[in-house]
């Protein structure tokens, strides 16, 4: 990943949700950790143009974000920390489907795409499956599978663990341990960003560390004390 | 409408084209209705009920894929009979009930993706004429056949929540939360559209 933040800041009114940050992010993975409305989601919103910066820039791989369609051409994908509600049609297929569909990716060859990516997660059990009676894990799994499909280069993951229990916290960690795509892992799950070879802690809006998981997760212990 | 179809079945329905389906449902929905003879309309609801039963496994499974749209006739009926002459009202529940039982056989033997690509074709027209973008016809249908049972899930949550504090479930006290709790959903799916580029 080649992830580049020039001054780039952002408020919402009178709040500061992101101070001012020069920043450049490489390597295959990164995590992102911080208290609640410290501005990792903010942060993480950044690489795929859902929020747009106040003041300076983003680029990630050499496209300048400034849309969601820019997020998309610069090859990034984003998992929501609200699976559900990035799934929108009612059957798994139908979804992954559909998201190849609006990409002009139709018939056998989207078939295809679609069957290789659940079978990637380890999930063609899930195909035929019903979105809203899926689990926690399996609604994660689906959510990743849909974005995946599409061939994104980076995957950002809103706190992927927040919502599963043990079970399906080892099954989608070890989804995201085997993807070949980079990964921004914005989570609270702090085993998980243990495992990370570079950690970001937010604080309060601002960038308060950048190195090894140790020192981000040490720092980031301090702070929540 | 009916409920989310799972399909998977191999038979001679699942076979025929969506668009054939769809046409063959109107058509059916336009011959009915020149139809007033109730023996005709009873061995109609016993074939479709008949050939429901065959394709989603069993009466059970049928009646689950209807019951949300059959709940709704049964309502209607119950209106009719205050209204029209019992004869009418009947043929008017008959009618309606064949056509709820052939629709649920539509979408048992067929993939919501081909549902939605023949209303994306029929939908063409209205793209060109500016009143609506590519593909928005299609994820209209999915969205609504997607949010269904979970803001039905929203509004058990709501009740639970309700019963669980002791307090009276009252529909003043559950639709505004319902109603703000769907707007956040509906403001992260838009996000997630954006994100996935559903809409051009």
């Known amino acids: ?225 | 409408m009916m409920s989310t179809p799972i399909t998977t079945g191999q038979g001679w329905l699942h076979r025929q084209r969506a668009g054939t389906k769809l046409a063959a449902l109107a058509i059916l929905g336009v011959i009915l209705f020149l139809v007033h003879s109730l023996d005709v309309l009873v061995a109609a609801l016993v074939i479709a009920a008949a050939i429901l039963a065959h394709v989603s496994g069993g009466l059970t499974p049928a009646l689950r894929l209807a019951r949300p749209a059959l709940i709704s006739v049964l309502l209607f009926f119950a209106i009719n009979l205050l209204v029209l002459p019992v004869p009418e009202a009947v043929a008017v529940f008959l009618r309606v009930t064949v056509l709820v039982l052939a629709a649920a056989i539509v979408t048992a033997t067929t993939q919501l993706a081909e549902i939605v690509a023949v209303i994306d074709r029929l939908a063409r027209p209205f793209e060109r004429m500016g009143l609506m973008q590519r593909g928005d016809a299609g994820l209209a249908v999915g969205l609504c056949l997607r949010l269904i049972p979970d803001i039905r899930a929203q509004y058990s949550e709501l009740v639970d929540a309700h019963r669980a504090r002791g307090l009276k479930v009252r529909p003043w006290t559950i639709m505004a939360p319902l109603a703000i709790r769907v707007l956040m959903r509906a403001d992260a799916i838009a996000d997630a559209i954006d994100a996935r580029g559903l809409r051009p």
């Open chain 1, 1 to 225: 990943m080649d992830i580049r933040f020039a001054d780039c800041g952002v408020r919402f009114g009178e709040r500061v949700a992101l101070q001012p940050l020069n920043l450049r992010l490489e390597g295959r993975r990164v995590g992102i950790i911080g208290l609640n409305g410290s501005g990792k989601t903010t942060f993480a919103r950044l690489m795929i143009g859902l929020t747009s910066p106040s003041t300076g820039s983003v680029s990630v791989n050499g496209v300048e974000i400034k849309s969601p369609s820019d997020g998309r051409a610069a090859g990034t994908g984003f998992v929501f920390q609200t699976p559900q509600s990035q799934l929108i049609m009612p059957v798994v297929r139908e979804d992954i489907l559909f998201g190849l569909k609006a990409r002009g990716i139709v018939s056998r060859e989207a078939d295809a795409c679609c069957a290789a990516t659940l079978a990637r997660l380890g999930a063609e059990n899930l195909a035929g499956r019903r979105v809203h009676e899926l689990s926690g894990g399996e609604v994660q799994l689906a959510a990743m599978a849909s974005v995946l499909a599409l061939e994104p280069r980076l995957v950002v993951f809103d706190e992927p663990t927040s919502q599963l229990d043990l079970k399906n916290r080892r099954i989608v960690v070890s989804a995201i341990e085997a993807l070949d795509e980079d990964a921004i892992i914005v989570t609270h799950d702090l085993e998980l960003a243990e495992s990370l070879p570079r950690v970001l802690l937010f604080h309060e809006g601002r960038l308060e560390a950048d190195g090894s998981a140790r020192d981000a997760i040490d720092r980031y212990r301090r702070l929540a004390a």
